[in-house]
Structure formats: structure tokens, C-alpha cells
């Protein structure tokens, strides 16, 4: 195996920083010659190492443009993951980021792949696009949200194509609609460089920054709800938070909207499509059992007009995840104001992220179920 050393490091640093990478999410790369070695689906970048990484063979994954694929979606999904775990060298059991096949069309060295809150106000905001124009569009692409996988690596294929066509060379920079950031590099310094000079270009157009500081509740709510949501999920694991932003979002209906659907792929993944909203804790019951109804899964954020946020799932692990993807939905809402204001996956994009084989992998993963 490949010195993958700086690799690990690379990606422990991003993957360290909530302000990049959040639970599991994030993927980074490092190709070598005919080997690309790409973190494996449900790990970490946070605590990866060597081990984390899967190798797969360029060329038999650059074979897989040559193949054709059904147009069921099912089918489609189901035949390219099958190429892709064909693709690994001899002797490997890990599954493959499912990102794989996007990472290999990069011919730089490291690529690493991150959901910054910041940088996806732009990605989530109604008026991103022409934000990202504006101060990338010489060096990078955007890409529109379409179904993650293989239709992704396809519709990033025909960008770069498109890019290099016009400028005669390959982007470093991508923007992902409703999804994140990638960036291409020749080293680590120049991942950190180029990264850096995002973010700060990003933070200059920003506007209000989110207000997450600590408020006082009222103790007697608070038990009250507390023990409604112990009753109607026992066993479960429940974490609670009250800070200005989310008394401000959850003040009334309509302040809520801007966290009334899902903005990225991992905020459905740790944190469920729709959080819950109740004026009040004796509002909660009937509430849970309408959620339940229309969505045939269980809430795991409850947000409470003048009282703060639960997170409620099977065990602390995911419950602490559910919450800390809630924050980053506030913070995302937050900086898209200033550009168009928020903007949300389309519902079918929602739903197929729902019932997708490798979303749920990765979740299980990610959970230990």
C-alpha cells in the first residue's frame, strides 16, 4: 500500500473542524500511479486512517465510462455500484465512497470533498449560482443538484468537459448545488491554501452570521417536554439545546421555513428530512403521532416556540449527531440570506436520497444498526 500518511493527516484536519465537516460526512482521495485511494463509506475523516482508505484500481474504474448503464434508477444505482466494487484491488473488503467515480475525474493529486455550513449558504441559497460566478467562476464549476452516484460523476464529467473546453485546463474549485464543496490539489498545502481563500472569500459576502449563543429556559417546560418525548420514544437517547437562533426560527410557522425541508443529503441522513416544530409541550404528542403519519418514520429534531431543541434517536451517538446537523441546518439557513435566502432539495430529491441503498448503508453505518 501507498504512503497514505499525508492523506490521513489531511483528512483528520478537515474532518476535525465542524466549520468543514460534520459526523461522517466529507470524503476525501489521493491517487498514485494506477491506484486512487478514496475513503470508505461510513468512516470518519475525523479519526481515519491508512486502514479508512479503499483501493481501487484507475483503470478499471475509468473503464466504467465505457459501460452502459439501465434507465431505471433502481437498476441504474444497482449495476454502477456493482462496477465500482469490482474496481477495487485485489484483496479489498472496505466499500468505496460512493463519490469514487467524481473523485477519479480529478487528475490532481489530493481531492478532498467537504459541506461547510458557509460555503453552502451559497450552495442552498436561491441566488448561489450567480454568488459563485461571481467570485469563483474563472476557476471553478457549479453543478446542479441531480441524484448522488453515478448521475453525479456524469453530470461533473460534462462540466469539467465543458470548463476545460473554454479555459484549457482543469478546475480546482466545485461548487455543489445543495450538497457542498470540492476542492483539487497537488499537496496538502495546496488543498489548505485554496481552502482557506474560499472560505474567506465566502465570509466577505456574508451577512448576519448565526446567533447560536446560549439562552435560559424555563425549567418547568423544559421537564415537562422532556418527559412527553421519553414517554413516546422509550429507550431513547434525548439531547436538548436552547440558543438565540433557534428561538428566533421557531418563533412561529412562518419564521420556521427556512428549516422546513432539507437542505443537503447528510442532514437527511443524521438528522431526518423534516424536523418537528410544536408551540408548546402539550402540543407535542399529537404532533409526533402527525409526523409519524405523514412520514412513516419517527422525528429525531423537535424544535419548541420558546424553549429550545430536542434531538431524540436510538442511542447518544446519533442523538448528538441529529443535534450538531441541526445546528448546521441554522447556520446554512443563515448565511443564505444573503444569498436569495434558503433554498431546499426538491421533494423527489429528497426522497430518493430516503430510499437510496447507499444513504442507508452509510446511516447504518453511521448508527450501528
Given at each position: 500500500m501507498a504512503d497514505l500518511s499525508k492523506l490521513v493527516a489531511l483528512s483528520r484536519r478537515f474532518g476535525a473542524d465542524p466549520e468543514w465537516v460534520l459526523a461522517g460526512g466529507g470524503n476525501t482521495s489521493f491517487k498514485e500511479a494506477?491506484?486512487?485511494?478514496?475513503?470508505?463509506?461510513?468512516?470518519?475523516?475525523?479519526?481515519?486512517?491508512?486502514?479508512?482508505?479503499?483501493?481501487?484500481?484507475?483503470?478499471?474504474?475509468?473503464?466504467?465510462?465505457?459501460?452502459?448503464?439501465?434507465?431505471?434508477?433502481?437498476?441504474?444505482?444497482?449495476?454502477?455500484?456493482?462496477?465500482?466494487?469490482?474496481?477495487?484491488?485485489?484483496?479489498?473488503?472496505?466499500?468505496?465512497?460512493?463519490?469514487?467515480?467524481?473523485?477519479?475525474?480529478?487528475?490532481?493529486?489530493?481531492?478532498?470533498?467537504?459541506?461547510?455550513?458557509?460555503?453552502?449558504?451559497?450552495?442552498?441559497?436561491?441566488?448561489?449560482?450567480?454568488?459563485?460566478?461571481?467570485?469563483?467562476?474563472?476557476?471553478?464549476?457549479?453543478?446542479?443538484?441531480?441524484?448522488?452516484?453515478?448521475?453525479?460523476?456524469?453530470?461533473?464529467?460534462?462540466?469539467?468537459?465543458?470548463?476545460?473546453?473554454?479555459?484549457g485546463r482543469t478546475p480546482a474549485?466545485?461548487?455543489?448545488?445543495?450538497?457542498?464543496?470540492?476542492?483539487?490539489?497537488?499537496?496538502?498545502?495546496?488543498?489548505?491554501?485554496?481552502?482557506?481563500?474560499?472560505?474567506?472569500?465566502?465570509?466577505?459576502?456574508?451577512?448576519?452570521?448565526?446567533?447560536?449563543?446560549?439562552?435560559?429556559v424555563d425549567a418547568r417546560a423544559l421537564a415537562e417536554a422532556a418527559a412527553t418525548l421519553a414517554r413516546l420514544a422509550p429507550g431513547s437517547a434525548i439531547r436538548f439545546r436552547a440558543d438565540a437562533e433557534t428561538l428566533q426560527l421557531g418563533a412561529s410557522a412562518s419564521s420556521f421555513t427556512p428549516l422546513s425541508s432539507a437542505f443537503t443529503p447528510d442532514h437527511i441522513?443524521?438528522?431526518?428530512?423534516?424536523?418537528?416544530?410544536?408551540?408548546?409541550?402539550?402540543?407535542?404528542?399529537?404532533?409526533?403521532?402527525?409526523?409519524?403519519?405523514?412520514?412513516?418514520?419517527?422525528?429525531?429534531?423537535?424544535?419548541?416556540?420558546?424553549?429550545g431543541v430536542f434531538s431524540c434517536a436510538t442511542d447518544a451517538a446519533s442523538a448528538e449527531k441529529a443535534m450538531l446537523l441541526y445546528i448546521d441546518a441554522c447556520k446554512v439557513a443563515v448565511y443564505a440570506e444573503s444569498f436569495g435566502g434558503p433554498e431546499h432539495m426538491a421533494k423527489e430529491k429528497i426522497d430518493f436520497i430516503r430510499n437510496w441503498e447507499v444513504e442507508k448503508y452509510r446511516s447504518s453505518v453511521n448508527t450501528g444498526t
Open positions: 494506477g491506484e486512487l485511494f478514496v475513503k470508505a463509506s461510513g468512516t470518519s475523516l475525523a479519526t481515519i486512517d491508512a486502514a479508512g482508505f479503499c483501493a481501487i484500481d484507475r483503470a478499471r474504474l475509468d473503464a466504467m465510462w465505457a459501460a452502459s448503464y439501465p434507465a431505471d434508477t433502481e437498476a441504474r444505482e444497482a449495476a454502477a455500484l456493482a462496477e465500482l466494487m469490482a474496481a477495487r484491488r485485489p484483496g479489498e473488503s472496505k466499500r468505496p465512497s460512493v463519490e469514487t467515480l467524481m473523485h477519479g475525474l480529478f487528475p490532481q493529486a489530493y481531492v478532498v470533498h467537504t459541506h461547510p455550513a458557509a460555503v453552502n449558504g451559497i450552495t442552498c441559497g436561491k441566488a448561489g449560482q450567480a454568488a459563485f460566478e461571481s467570485l469563483f467562476g474563472e476557476e471553478g464549476i457549479w453543478v446542479p443538484f441531480v441524484d448522488p452516484g453515478y448521475v453525479l460523476a456524469k453530470t461533473v464529467r460534462e462540466a469539467l468537459e465543458t470548463f476545460r473546453s473554454r479555459h474549485i466545485m461548487f455543489m448545488r445543495n450538497h457542498g464543496l470540492l476542492v483539487a490539489g497537488e499537496s496538502p498545502a495546496e488543498i489548505e491554501d485554496l481552502s482557506a481563500r474560499i472560505m474567506s472569500a465566502v465570509l466577505s459576502k456574508a451577512g448576519r452570521r448565526p446567533e447560536l449563543e446560549a439562552r435560559a441522513v443524521y438528522a431526518g428530512h423534516e424536523f418537528l416544530r410544536v408551540d408548546d409541550p402539550a402540543s407535542i404528542e399529537t404532533a409526533w403521532a402527525d409526523f409519524i403519519g405523514r412520514n412513516r418514520a419517527l422525528p429525531r429534531v423537535i424544535v419548541i416556540k420558546n424553549l
